[in-house]
């Protein structure tokens, strides 16, 4: 069974910083990209982050760069997103997916809240 679980979210003050863990499970981890996609009240799913996990190459969008770092742990099959000097803007649910990279395969988890107080 195929199964990526989020943890990490929370409530912080601006300026703060969080780290979110996708752990994954019941795939084959380097065969996938895996990514943070965060959702806000109102607006569309937007990608924020994401790493080839069998050469760590990453990605970021241009309003986290700088603040927010992805990582990826393949002897755990475990992905990070380290985030930095927070704003509001950034609060949303913060989901990890997994997409194959020769396939549409696809996978999502159920999100994590992160809520950045002003």
């Known amino acids: 069974e195929v199964q990526l679980v989020e943890s990490g979210g929370g409530l912080v003050q601006a300026g703060g910083s969080l780290r979110l863990s996708c752990a994954a499970s019941?795939?084959?981890?380097?065969?996938?990209?895996i990514g943070w996609f965060r959702q806000a009240p109102w607006k569309g799913r937007e990608a924020v982050s994401c790493?080839?996990?069998?050469?760590?190459?990453?990605y970021y969008t241009d309003s986290v760069k700088g603040r927010f770092t992805i990582s990826s742990d393949n002897a755990n099959n475990t992905v990070y997103l380290q985030m930095n000097n927070l704003k509001p803007e950034d609060t949303a649910v913060y989901y990890c997916?997994?997409?194959?990279?020769?396939?549409?395969?696809?996978?999502w988890g159920q999100g994590t809240q992160v809520t950045v107080s002003s």
């Open positions: 997916n997994a997409r194959h990279f020769y396939s549409s395969n696809s996978y």
């Open positions: 019941g795939f084959t981890f380097d065969d996938y990209a």
């Open positions: 790493i080839a996990s069998y050469d760590h190459r990453t």
